[in-house]
């Protein structure tokens, strides 16, 4: 296979398949295991279609090479020839890092993928009893049971069973495991078996027959007497049975666990006895059950043990279930209850919480089994155990509206399919959606979202959130909390619906959750309450001064709970003036900001000192990164550091540019937003700079200690060595080497290659901050040439070969890191061709117009406003740096005010050169600076890139109080955008074009 450095033609088709890490894929598809496959192309159409095809091609060499010699050809071809066991198995690799290690350690069970017949689509209750038949002991039912999940998983990821039908079977194959782990347990102790009956009655989501791939399976266990045994000897028995049978699934073995089994839904939770007898849990039921205990009996089904007890204990609790929301405060309690979840969320999780956040799961679970169990009562078709189908049978009988019906059941259905492929990853029992750009893309992918599936699942998930939320609260409760926070000192409590108003007023859209959030904040009677009430009054109004209180007052909540302990964050708050009002400007501006403060909750104490909003230099920077690197034990771990030193620089940054632009009450708004823009690009890419710096000191103690066999060099380009880099700039490079002495020229290239690629490799770790892309592509020969150059072989190049585009990159070419006396001699190599001797002939000018109108047709995205894309829309950024750069190759050679790579700078030195009147100057400078602003704006208020306005109204607003718009000016906003753009393009076509 050709070298993938080279970008043969399987390197590139393994990006366009979805590889992320097309080097890696490359060098496992060399593995001999795969010789007699890896050129067929089926292979790599079906690794592309999986969720991950980095995931599953390395599952698929680990399953290869843990065949016996023998059936490793059967594997491979039956992988080539069976389309469906092809599917199945490489599905199930590139969703589910378990199954894979399942599969390696199990190397014969891919065989339970092979069959593809019709009784295989929906196997049944049986089928999973017959699957688990041999099992003798914990470790062995282990090993049956993820075999039986194996097939489960290759029917989900291929599509063969939609969402329901995975849920159900997963609820049958944990019956079918209850049914095993009994008969273990009865074989462990005849005596005991042989003198009681047990049933075992599934709740929860098990009883319902919708089991996530992994959670606790909720159980009640019910006792009786053997025809002939003493009650009290009987019950002893099946507690002992009970509580075998709950260790059998429960406990770590060498093959894992299951499911924790849980018996806490029984009377009296944890401190009532494991096993009851029929007669004492109807006792308990009927005098001492609390309300939620009978909502939770909706879902009991008996699925183990002793049938007859089992339908005994059903038909004897059903009436109970549906006479319970005649108790007094029934609807409350339920309300209660569900508020409760909420508010035990960790606040760090809330946003990712996708089954007991607003909006999640439960909400959908909640208003559906109050509904029912309010009008069920008289109306037995809605005594459903399965979430769907009660929603189906609500909106049959009309208590809810077919539409909102709809809307709930797509909801609840992309919830749960998103809820399943977040477990299946790696079998574990967690409801939060992560955060990692590389869990996200495989989740996407999983739900058939290919084209940007992070930008398309983050989207569905939220819309369909937000249905839910909506929905919940229409049918469910709007609930009106208690006041709780004094307003002012000494004012009395509010009533509830004053409290709302009074919110409502300020502007916050839901004021239901944000008096929750003051509840959470303010009540008590700790010094850290006192202090909250002391602050919450202004906070409110200064949260109330932006797009969206709501997300305010969410994220103030968020690092209070974060920092709440901490004794000096409420102190700073109360004390220094300023540093309460900086936080309510940050935390209500967008998302980047207050995601990063997150991550780093200590960097509140930057809002408070006086200097702490001041950028650092470039110098100050460098060395505090290269210390981190220094101090690191590994790579990984220097680069964490350095990343660390980002993430918090990157804050300083956002809340500076934020308070800056927002203005407050002791400092106003920044009148100079071509000021603004120039402090942000200089100080994001001296972090950048900083962070590529560390990154390469970390790449190459990990290999050649201090010394690189060659010397290296760094060189930014485009914004980044112009040093106009954005929130959501990709850092544009090239790399220069040259050898040390002694050293042969074919080691030091080695040496190079291997050192940008552990660079790239230490910046693409998975991480929750913004990314840092480091992008080579605008080398010679772009993406066809060498990634790094001998700077004799740059000089080479460019004597013979250079053309006029490339000559152009280089007018913001800058060292940023490495070697600096070889960065130095770079620059004096191409200063020659970006400011060319007597300037441009009329050839390389018509050439440079020829590729900007191209640029204008062929790049601007499909369905995009031309006048208002920032970067290629008429009067943006494209517009006016390739404006300012012709005005450069045509005239640096004898204006030295022209020799910059900062656009404004050389515009300044065009007019001071008379090569453009002062207005046309200012036009040109104008509309530069607004589009700068107007993407920085979108990246701070979204938390991720965009050249063009946000549809979405909230974020609209954010971005024009971001540029100093009021409420509700937003058309004016864009009115004025069109207009400084349109302004600008008309010089542009005056300068550029000649025209």
């Avoid at 893309?441 to 819309?463: F, I």
């Amino acid at each position: 296979m050709t070298v993938p450095g080279r970008r043969s033609s399987t390197f590139i088709r393994l990006l366009r398949s979805g590889f992320t890490d097309p080097s890696a894929a490359a060098r496992l598809l060399e593995s001999a295991v795969l010789a007699p496959v890896r050129t067929d192309p089926v292979l790599l159409d079906a690794l592309g279609a999986t969720a991950d095809p980095d995931l599953a091609l390395l599952g698929l060499v680990r399953l290869a090479e843990a065949q016996q010699p023998d059936e490793l050809p059967v594997l491979l071809d039956t992988l080539l020839s069976a389309k469906p066991l092809r599917d199945r198995l490489l599905g199930v690799l590139g969703a589910s890092e378990a199954l894979a290690d399942h599969l390696a350690r199990h190397p014969r069970d891919w065989h339970a993928l092979v069959t593809y017949e019709a009784a295989d689509l929906h196997p049944g209750l049986a089928d999973f009893e017959r699957g688990l038949a041999d099992a003798h002991d914990p470790v062995t039912l282990r090993i049956a049971y993820r075999r039986c999940l194996l097939s489960i998983a290759a029917r989900d990821v291929c599509g063969t069973i939609d969402v329901a039908e995975t849920a159900a079977e997963l609820a049958d194959l944990a019956t079918a495991t209850l049914r095993a782990a009994l008969r273990i347990a009865s074989a462990a102790a005849p005596e005991d078996a042989a003198c009681c009956r047990l049933a075992v009655i599934a709740m929860g989501k098990c009883g319902g027959n919708e089991l996530n791939y992994v959670s606790d399976v909720d159980v009640i266990f019910v006792g009786d007497a053997a025809k002939g045994t003493d009650e009290g000897k009987a019950v002893q028995a099946a507690t002992r049975l009970a509580s075998h049978l709950m260790r059998i699934c429960s406990e770590t073995t060498v093959e894992g666990t299951i499911w924790p089994v849980d018996a806490n839904l029984r009377p009296e939770g944890r401190n009532g006895p494991l096993v009851r007898t029929l007669a004492s849990h109807l006792a308990y039921y009927q005098r001492w059950a609390k309300t939620w205990e009978f909502q939770a009996l909706l879902k009991a089904r008996a699925v183990a043990g002793d049938p007859e007890l089992g339908a005994q204990y059903i038909e004897a609790i059903t009436p109970l279930v549906w006479q319970a929301a005649e108790r007094e405060n029934f609807v409350a309690d339920v309300q209660k209850m569900r508020r409760r979840v909420v508010d035990n969320i960790p606040a760090a999780q809330v946003d990712r919480e996708l089954k007991l956040g607003p909006g999640g799961l439960r909400d959908v679970e909640f208003a559906v089994q109050l509904l029912q169990l309010v009008h069920g009562r008289s109306d037995a078709t809605l005594h459903s155990r399965t979430t769907l189908d009660a929603l189906h049978a609500l909106a049959a009988g009309g208590y809810v509206g077919r539409a909102d019906a709809a809307q709930l059941h797509d909801a609840y259905r992309f919830l749960r399919a998103m809820e399943h492929r977040i477990q299946l990853y790696r079998l574990r029992r967690t409801h939060l959606v992560p955060e990692d750009e590389n869990d996200l893309r495989r989740l996407g992918r999983s739900m058939g979202l290919r084209t940007e599936p992070v930008a398309e699942l983050n989207k569905a998930w939220r819309r369909h959130a937000s249905v839910v939320r909506r929905l919940h609260e229409k049918l469910f409760y709007r609930p009106l909390l208690d006041a709780v926070a004094q307003l002012t000192p000494g004012e009395t409590r509010l009533s509830p619906r004053a409290a709302g108003q009074r919110l409502e007023a300020l502007g916050y859209a839901d004021p239901s959750t944000a008096l929750r959030h003051l509840e959470a904040l303010a009540s008590g009677v700790s010094r850290k309450a006192a202090i909250q009430r002391t602050l919450l009054p202004v906070m409110l109004g200064w949260f109330a001064d932006s797009a969206d209180p709501d997300a305010g007052l969410l994220n103030f909540r968020k690092v209070s709970d974060a920092l709440g302990r901490t004794p000096w964050y409420l102190r700073l708050l109360r004390d220094e003036g300023a540093a309460a009002e900086n936080l309510a400007r940050v935390l209500s501006a967008g998302r980047l900001a207050p995601d990063l403060l997150m991550r780093a909750p200590e960097a509140v104490a930057l809002l408070g000192d006086p200097e702490g909003l001041q950028p650092r230099t470039h110098e100050a920077l460098e060395q505090e990164v290269l210390a981190a690197v220094g101090r690191a034990e590994d790579p990984e771990t220097a680069v964490a550091a350095a990343r660390g030193v980002r993430r918090r620089e990157l804050f300083r940054t956002a809340a500076a540019d934020i308070i800056a632009s927002y203005g407050t009450e002791d400092s106003p708004a920044e009148t100079d937003p071509g000021a603004l823009v120039d402090r942000v690009g200089r100080a994001l890419s001296d972090l950048t700079a900083a962070t590529v710096g560390g990154a390469l000191r970390a790449a190459v103690r990990s290999h050649w200690g201090d010394t690189l066999p060659t010397r290296f060099a760094v060189i930014g380009v485009g914004r980044f060595g112009g040093r106009e880099l954005g929130y959501g700039s990709d850092a544009d490079v090239l790399f220069v080497h040259e050898p040390r002495e002694g050293v042969d020229e074919q080691e030091a290239a080695k040496a190079a290659q291997a050192v940008i690629a552990e660079m790239r490799r230490l910046l693409q770790l998975p991480t929750a901050d913004p990314p840092l892309l480091i992008d080579a592509d605008l080398r010679p020969e772009g993406r066809s040439g060498p990634l790094v150059r001998t700077i004799a072989s740059y000089a080479a190049y460019y004597r013979r070969w250079s053309l006029t585009w490339e000559s152009q990159a280089l007018l913001r070419a800058e060292p940023v890191a490495g070697d600096s006396g070889l960065g130095a001699r770079f620059i004096d190599l191409i200063d020659p061709l970006r400011y060319p001797a007597e300037g441009l002939d009329d050839n390389a000018v018509r050439e440079i117009r020829r590729l900007k109108a191209r640029m204008e047709t062929e790049r601007m995205p499909r369905g995009a406003d031309p006048t208002l894309h920032t970067k290629l829309g008429r009067g943006g950024l494209s517009d006016v740096e390739w404006t300012v750069q012709l005005m450069q190759m045509r005239h640096a050679w004898n204006e030295p005010g022209l020799r910059t790579t900062r656009t404004r700078e050389a515009l300044a030195a065009a007019h001071a050169a008379g090569l453009i009147p002062a207005d046309e100057a200012q036009i040109l400078d104008e509309a530069w600076v607004l589009a700068t602003r107007v993407r920085n704006a979108v990246m701070l208020v979204r938390g991720r890139a965009g050249d063009t306005f946000p549809s979405e109204a909230r974020e609209l607003g954010a971005v024009g109080r971001y540029l100093g718009y009021a409420e509700g000016t937003v058309g004016e906003m864009l009115d004025d955008y069109r207009r400084t753009t349109r302004r600008a393009r008309a010089v542009v076509d005056d300068l550029f074009y000649g025209s």
